[in-house]
């Protein structure tokens, strides 16, 4: 439960620090990289993946958007089950 609040709160964090740096406060690339890329994606990569996906709705790619959630939770889960696998064999 505490990583689901986390990853909430992450995302929730990447969207006002999202607008306030494009439409309030007009801050370079490098520091709004360093602030969404480095602060939140220590904090929460889901974060990253929330805003990475809003933004290509926001700019009307949705079959990107689409893709990218399907595409990054069926393979991410592919993974852990591939892993989780693997670990049996060891």
Same mark, same amino acid.
């Given at each position: ?5 986390? &990853?909430?709160?992450?995302?929730? /964090? ?14 370079? %690339? =490098? ?13 929460? =990569? ?5 805003? %990475?996906?809003? &933004? ?11 893709? &990218?959630?399907? /595409? ?16 049996? /064999?060891?």
């Amino acid at each position: 439960m505490g990583t689901l609040v986390v &990853n909430l709160l992450g995302c929730f /964090l990447a969207g006002l620090i999202s607008y306030l740096m494009f439409e309030r406060f007009l801050l370079s %690339q =490098t520091t709004r990289t360093v602030l969404l890329i480095g602060l939140l994606g220590g904090f929460t =990569t889901f974060s990253s993946f929330g805003l %990475q996906s809003f &933004n290509m709705l926001r700019d009307g790619e949705v079959g990107l958007a689409l893709l &990218n959630v399907v /595409l990054s939770n069926a393979v991410g889960l592919f993974m852990v089950w591939l892993g989780y696998s693997l670990g049996k /064999l060891i």
